[in-house]
């Protein structure tokens, strides 16, 4: 017998002009920026959870931490960042977002967010690249702006698919996690702004704490699995982001080395940056080499690691704990909790399990200057989208300022697309299945279920914490034998209710994204960014034969992932590129 709720499933279509897929930092200013330039078209935001308090600045920030303070240029923080990224970005795209970082700084304050300034009345840095901020209402004032400049808005729906007229991404369908309503939106141009990739990994802190991490843990992948089911070239989801951050905690460290300049101690009191590894660059080495020291140190019996910060005052204390209040105040209880006063204590840090992350990193979609993806129609801005390291939170805005002017002006010259009842009806049955299963499929497989066995192949093979993040070709092809039997059981997924499906999505999700992940890090034969991408048998970095992008594009038919290289030299000889260039192709 049918389940009543199954009975009652409704079906809701919607038309706009541009559909944004998450209500983020990207997505909420690239709705505002759409409705600024476009008054006359129509757009719509979908998001998981609610905008006013979704994705990775939920909780708010105590900075901007990418900025063009006085003396510096678009053109010294692509060389910044180019640097810290070990010789390997998308500079055009560095550089065109860096060119906005005033503009949507200036207009993200015009709407109310308070930037903290000196006496003069100008920005208050904090490191060369960053501004202070009191940001614990960053994210419902940039909802706020989105919903008044007349977008419209959907909460707690969970997008499951793209839909395409033929090669041309023509919107997509979720369904409510409130109600029992499958949703279709069509739409002219869709720009995804999902963020990145969590959950990949098993968690630093597991069982009931194990949503403790640095990065959302509701942030999926979704938004990328979405496009490598449909052909989308991705690139350098190598280049993972293994973060380094205060123990159990896991808030930022930024505060504590930018705020109070506190230096990386090991458990002797060494400043092993500057002594052991100043030929790497000491402090100031590139930010995989700042994660890289404290796993060595931790290797080689003397850790634990501490940021120091016990030459500040007792004032300084008080300051920096309201700094993590405006973004992270989970630290402060517990410093209170555990007695610690970092005056007088230095601050054990560790480094996170790895995610896929386009705004620390640069893993996500191959696009262009107007972010525009290789599938026509599609727009990737934030986290999602690839090439582009060093956002942060400016970085995310610029990003979907451009997609928003593109997209703006490109829907005013194509038709509507077409979708035919067939794709929908795929979609529905495919959204829904592990639902349909409950008491049907005779051995089902739950999501939680699924998802601890992809962690611990991803982190005994694919270089998680447990592996000091090293990995070897042999490691990989095990990685991926077993990650490539995955997905022969989402069709014994069971659910009993809305929730649960969505966490059937959420690991389906992963599970793609991890299957081109390992293709990524196989195919890299170079250790570029170590902690982040450390080969054992190929442990150092090649510019020679390997100063090129690593890109991958799955077959939407066949789910067979080819692997692409694209030289550096073509990205960046000017502002020539265009995603229907081809690629070279990997060798056999």
């Given at each position: ?9 409704n ?18 200013i690239a709705?505002?920026e759409?409705?600024e ?14 905008v ?5 600045l939920?909780?708010?920030m105590?900075?901007i931490?990418a900025y ?10 692509v060389?910044?960042v180019?640097?810290d990224?070990c ?7 560095v550089k065109?977002m860096a ?11 015009a709407?109310g967010?308070?930037?903290?300034c000196?006496d003069?009345?100008n920005y ?9 901020i ?21 909460n ?14 023509a ?7 409130r ?11 869709t ?7 969590a959950?990949?990994?098993k ?5 009931d704490?194990?949503h ?14 979405m ?10 989801f190598?280049m ?13 460290t ?9 230096p990386?101690?090991?458990?002797k ?8 590894y100043?030929?790497l660059?000491?402090d ?8 890289y020291?404290?796993i ?8 634990p690691?501490y ?22 105040p989970?630290?402060?209880?517990y ?13 054990e ?8 992350v ?5 893993g ?6 107007d972010?525009?993806?290789t ?7 934030g ?14 805005w ?8 593109h997209a ?21 049955q495919r ?5 349909f299963?409950?008491g ?12 601890v ?10 270089g998680?914490?447990?592996?000091n ?12 034998k ?11 997924l069971v ?6 499906l969505?966490?059937a ?47 991958t ?6 789910g067979?992932?080819?692997v692409?290289?694209r ?11 265009h ?6 192709p990997?060798?056999k």
């Amino acid at each position: 017998m049918e389940r009543p709720e199954l009975q009652t499933i409704n079906r809701i279509t919607h038309e706009s002009d541009v559909l944004i897929i998450g209500g983020g930092t990207a997505g909420c200013i690239a709705a505002a920026e759409l409705k600024e330039k476009y008054p006359h078209l129509s757009v719509n935001i979908v998001e998981k959870a609610h905008v006013d308090r979704s994705g990775c600045l939920a909780a708010g920030m105590n900075a901007i931490n990418a900025y063009l303070n006085p003396g510096e240029t678009p053109e010294s923080f692509v060389k910044y960042v180019r640097y810290d990224s070990c010789g390997l970005i998308r500079e055009d795209l560095v550089k065109s977002m860096a060119e906005l970082f005033e503009y949507s700084v200036k207009k993200v304050e015009a709407w109310g967010l308070p930037i903290l300034c000196d006496d003069n009345g100008n920005y208050a840095p904090r490191g060369r690249w960053n501004i202070k901020i009191n940001g614990e209402s960053l994210k419902p004032i940039l909802a706020k702006a989105a919903r008044d400049a007349g977008a419209g808005i959907y909460n707690w729906v969970v997008v499951t698919s793209l839909l395409m007229d033929g090669e041309r991404c023509a919107g997509a369908v979720g369904f409510s996690l409130r109600t029992n309503t499958f949703y279709v939106f069509k739409a002219k141009a869709t720009i995804i702004a999902t963020g990145g990739a969590a959950g990949l990994y098993k968690p630093n802190n597991a069982h009931d704490a194990q949503h403790k991490t640095w990065y959302s843990p509701f942030n999926n992948g979704a938004g990328y699995a979405m496009g490598i089911r449909k052909g989308a070239e991705m690139t350098s989801f190598e280049m993972r982001y293994v973060a380094l951050r205060t123990k159990d905690a896991i808030a930022p460290t930024g505060t504590l080395a930018l705020g109070v300049n506190a230096p990386l101690v090991n458990s002797k009191g060494e400043k092993f940056m500057q002594t052991r590894y100043a030929h790497l660059g000491g402090d100031g080495a590139p930010t995989p080499y700042r994660a890289y020291g404290p796993i060595q140190e931790v290797k080689a019996g003397r850790g634990p690691c501490y940021l120091d910060t016990t030459h500040i005052s007792d004032e300084q204390s008080r300051q920096l704990k309201a700094a993590y209040l405006d973004m992270y105040p989970s630290q402060v209880l517990y410093w209170a909790a555990n007695d610690i006063d970092p005056a007088h204590h230095p601050v054990e840090v560790q480094t996170t399990e790895p995610y896929i992350v386009g705004g620390h990193c640069q893993g996500g979609y191959w696009i262009d200057n107007d972010r525009r993806t290789t599938i026509p129609g599609l727009y990737a801005t934030g986290d999602v989208a690839g090439g582009a390291p060093f956002k942060f939170v400016s970085g995310c805005w610029a990003e979907g300022i451009l997609a928003a002017r593109h997209a703006g002006g490109w829907v005013d010259g194509v038709a509507t697309p077409q979708v035919d009842h067939l794709q929908i009806e795929r979609e529905y049955q495919r959204t829904f299945d592990p639902l349909f299963n409950y008491g049907k499929v005779k051995f089902g497989v739950r999501p939680y279920d699924m998802e601890v066995r992809m962690q611990k192949i991803m982190e005994e093979y694919a270089g998680g914490t447990s592996q000091n993040y090293e990995m070897n070709e042999e490691r990989l092809q095990l990685a991926r034998k077993y990650m490539d039997q995955l997905p022969a059981q989402f069709d014994q997924l069971v659910v009993a209710d809305m929730h649960d499906l969505m966490r059937a999505h959420e690991v389906m999700d992963r599970v793609t994204v991890g299957q081109v992940l390992i293709e990524h890090l196989m195919a890299r034969k170079e250790t570029r960014w170590p902690s982040y991408q450390t080969r054992t048998d190929y442990p150092e970095r090649d510019d020679l034969n390997w100063l090129k992008f690593v890109n991958t594009r799955m077959d939407p038919a066949t789910g067979k992932v080819e692997v692409l290289f694209r030289p550096y030299e073509q990205i960046v000889e000017g502002d020539r590129y265009h995603p229907g260039h081809k690629p070279r192709p990997a060798a056999k």
